[in-house]
Nanobody, 116 residues
């Protein structure tokens, strides 16, 4: 079992920045990747960024160059640094962890609102 707790969401003006955190506990050794997804009202949940055990990262085209995913293995925490935020980045952001046996774990979600 893996438990994920997100923090760092909030209200920010367009062009601003936020940093999301996802603290993992439990069977951390079983994790293959940790990802951030988001879901806007009326839309499907989409992958925003992913980081693998070896440090390889992947970003959605819509956030590439603006968002950075990183992990602190000592703290079992994954971060999503979001810069140059746009109103279309408004969504609930979810932390996701995938194990080597393809089991998915989800956090509770944190709201990000970009508005003036």
């Amino acid at each position: 079992q893996v438990q994920l707790v997100e923090s760092g969401g909030g209200l920010v003006q367009p062009g601003g920045s936020l940093r999301l955190s996802c603290a993992a506990s439990g069977s951390i050794f079983a994790l293959k990747t940790m990802d951030w997804y988001r879901q806007a009202p009326g839309k499907e949940r989409e992958l925003v960024a992913s980081i693998a055990t070896g440090g390889f990262t992947h970003y959605a085209d819509s956030v590439n160059g603006r968002f950075t995913i990183s992990r602190d293995n000592g703290k079992n925490t994954v971060y999503l640094q979001m810069n140059s935020l746009k109103p279309e980045d408004t969504a609930v952001y979810y932390c996701n962890a995938k194990t080597w046996t393809a089991i998915n774990y989800w956090g509770q979600g944190t709201q990000v609102t970009v508005s003036s």
